[in-house]
């Protein structure tokens, strides 16, 4: 009657059993952080596509600015240059001037690489910028 006793206490495999549940567990871990890491740098690329959008648009000022007189952006020739430079970096994205300011906002997409059970999905980014006057020095 001993014998089913012993058979209770084999620990036999036990620590196979335990680096399975460990290594699934950590490589479910880096998965996570890779693609979470590659979530942010997909959202910081399109932020700063959006910015440089915007920068390339708030340096189409009108001729005033030659006469010495307050810069202002030229709504068209501004608008063409954020959409020019979206359509060379293969960004979506929305325009707008608005007096001297340049609202620019980008989207991307972003898709998970080692987790499935996360969602991918539309990442974003938004900049404005406005020409600054500078006088001499």
Do not use: C
Not at 59 to 66: A, C, M
């Amino acid at each position: 009657m001993m014998r089913p006793l012993t058979r209770l206490r084999d620990e036999r495999g036990a620590a196979s059993v335990y680096f399975v549940v460990v290594t699934v567990g950590l490589l479910a871990l880096a998965g996570m952080i890779y693609d979470g890491s590659s979530k942010i740098r997909a959202t910081h690329q399109t932020e700063l596509a959006a910015l440089e959008a915007a920068r390339a648009a708030s340096q189409e000022l009108t001729g005033d600015v030659i006469a010495g007189q307050t810069s202002t952006v030229d709504p068209s020739r501004g608008a063409a240059a954020a959409r020019a430079y979206l359509r060379r970096t293969s960004h979506e994205g929305t325009v707008t001037v608005s007096g001297n300011t340049v609202t620019v906002t980008t989207t991307g997409t972003w898709s998970p690489t080692f987790t499935p059970f996360v969602k991918g999905g539309t990442v974003t980014g938004t900049a404005s910028a406005s020409p600054e006057q500078v006088g001499p020095s």
